[in-house]
């Protein structure tokens, strides 16, 4: 352990990872830190992952934000779950929503009842047995009072950062315009001990926090932390992200739309439309890339594209020495399942939770990172899932995701889905069993047989038991207002 106690913390970028960053340190544990935050104006963020998942929802109430303020701020829509179209095959279509399907019991989950139920001729998708499945394919949405809070968001990154640099700012984070040029560490234990910006000025710290995207320019291009690349098993590497003026009302899930070399996303806020196109740049060119994009918009285009080049994969250490890094200078895992923003969040509390008040401590550092990394590769198996469970071969790009070596932790969950059906969450693991039916049904993948214990229920006591489920989930969301209805009454946007 060191010596030095964390008095001042200098945060390294901005955007959403750097005012995420910022605003909760200050918030909740920065009373006698001195919390600094250094960007420039002249960088741009990605700011394109304007998808959320439900997670969000804890961090807003540590930091006791509105739900209304937020979203009337951010430009949000409500997002109730993801709609895959054409991947399984062209043509085929699902929804993987929030929220719990049916009732489970003891022994089994609910997907054993719904599995055996098929075989009794109840032939009704599984998403009917869930209100934000359903609620989802109707339009309908209302936050209600000591409602399970089982939505998400679409929002404005861009705003969204906005939105936080005031709430930290208000409670003493001090902003530092200036780029970095270089980065000054101590020539006896390699910790970073300044850094040096282009107006002169010479930022001391005791923590450093690497917000800075995939440059990386403190975690890697100063302490070399080194990197896991996973391209291997998720092939895409660019994206092209441009907006479009709203043509229609927007709907409570984002659209994710498989394409011959990758898949396009279509993301509905209160007044215009994200849009881009993730693709592998093996089997596509940018200039096929953008071509495609833009045919396949729906409203005018009102930015220009803009190219983001990733490559998918964790750091070896996302902790090293006094240097944290958070965001995507942490790593990337492609937005396909909205994760980004959730594990900055996670890499907020996890620091706050191991705060080196007192000095840094080898075993916090070690645990930090065993605890990100992880979790990491439980979201990528659940991405990868995706793309290697399918029914596609039209294109080389499906024909090598079918045929790649996937990770053995991976392999280990189809196999038990596909033989018995079985499927089990992990302490560390973000998707709960629900997520992972949906999309394991939604991509082609049916159990061979159903637990034993679904025996036990009578064709007629199946029957009713499935029909009361459906029929409560039905009367739940008929109840609902419209989507833009509710909206309009509950957190109309600002103008910006």
Same mark, same amino acid.
């Given at each position: ?22 605003? /909760?340190?200050? *918030? @909740? ?6 919390? #600094?935050?250094?960007?420039? &104006?002249?960088?741009?963020?990605? =700011? ?27 430009? /949000?829509?409500? *997002? @109730? ?6 991947? #399984?095959?062209?043509?085929? &279509?699902?929804?993987?929503?929030? =929220? ?30 869930? *209100? ?7 339009? #309908? ?356």
């Amino acid at each position: 352990m060191t010596e030095n106690p964390i008095k001042k913390v200098v945060i390294a970028g901005g955007g959403t990872a750097g005012w995420m960053t910022a605003a /909760a340190l200050a *918030k @909740l544990i920065g009373k006698h830190l001195d919390i #600094r935050l250094i960007e420039s &104006d002249a960088i741009g963020t990605v =700011g394109v992952g304007e998808a959320t998942i439900p997670t969000l929802h804890i961090f807003h109430q540590l930091l006791g934000l509105k739900e209304q303020e937020v979203m009337a701020a951010t430009n /949000a829509t409500f *997002k @109730l779950g993801i709609m895959f179209e054409n991947w #399984r095959d062209t043509g085929a &279509d699902y929804l993987h929503s929030f =929220g719990s399907l049916g009732k489970d019991c003891w022994a089994a989950q609910f997907h054993h009842f719904w599995r055996k139920g098929l075989e009794k001729g109840i032939d009704f998708e599984i998403g009917d047995y869930c *209100k934000e499945h359903l609620a989802a394919r109707s339009h #309908r949405f209302a936050a209600l009072p000591n409602q399970d809070r089982n939505h998400a968001y679409h929002l404005d990154a861009s705003l969204y950062a906005r939105f936080l640099r005031s709430f930290a700012e208000t409670h003493g984070v001090s902003r530092t315009e200036g780029q970095i040029l270089e980065v000054q560490l101590n020539r006896d234990n390699g910790f970073i001990e300044a850094l040096h910006l282009d107006t002169g000025e010479c930022v001391e710290g005791d923590l450093f926090v690497d917000c800075t995207g995939f440059r990386g320019l403190l975690i890697e291009g100063a302490l070399h932390s080194g990197y896991h690349d996973w391209t291997h098993w998720l092939p895409c590497d660019r994206a092209i992200a441009v907006q479009t003026a709203t043509v229609a009302p927007p709907v409570p899930y984002t659209r994710s739309i498989a394409r011959e070399s990758g898949w396009q996303w279509r993301i509905p806020l209160q007044s215009r439309v994200g849009n881009g196109l993730v693709y592998c740049s093996r089997y596509m060119d940018e200039l096929q890339a953008s071509a495609q994009l833009l045919e396949n918009l729906e409203g005018e285009p009102i930015s220009d594209p803009r190219v983001i080049p990733f490559r998918t994969g964790t750091r070896r250490r996302h902790w090293n020495k006094n240097c944290i890094a958070i965001g995507l200078s942490g790593g990337f895992i492609e937005p396909l399942e909205s994760t980004s923003i959730h594990l900055i969040q996670r890499s907020v509390v996890r620091l706050m939770q191991l705060f080196p008040s007192r000095g840094i401590c080898v075993a916090d550092v070690n645990e930090f990172n065993a605890q990100t990394i992880q979790e990491m590769e439980y979201i990528r198996d659940f991405i990868v899932l995706h793309y290697h469970v399918t029914e596609r071969s039209d294109s080389k790009f499906w024909r090598y995701c079918r045929s790649m070596p996937i990770p053995d932790s991976l392999a280990h969950r189809l196999e038990m889905f596909r033989d018995s059906g079985s499927l089990f969450k992990y302490e560390a693991d973000l998707f709960g069993v629900a997520s992972w039916v949906q999309v394991m049904l939604g991509q082609g993948l049916m159990p061979a047989r159903h637990h034993p214990i679904t025996d036990l229920m009578g064709d007629a006591e199946l029957a009713s038991f499935l029909d009361n489920i459906r029929q409560q989930v039905r009367r739940q969301v008929d109840n609902l207002p419209g989507h833009l209805d509710f909206l309009d009454h509950y957190c109309k946007a600002q103008t910006v």
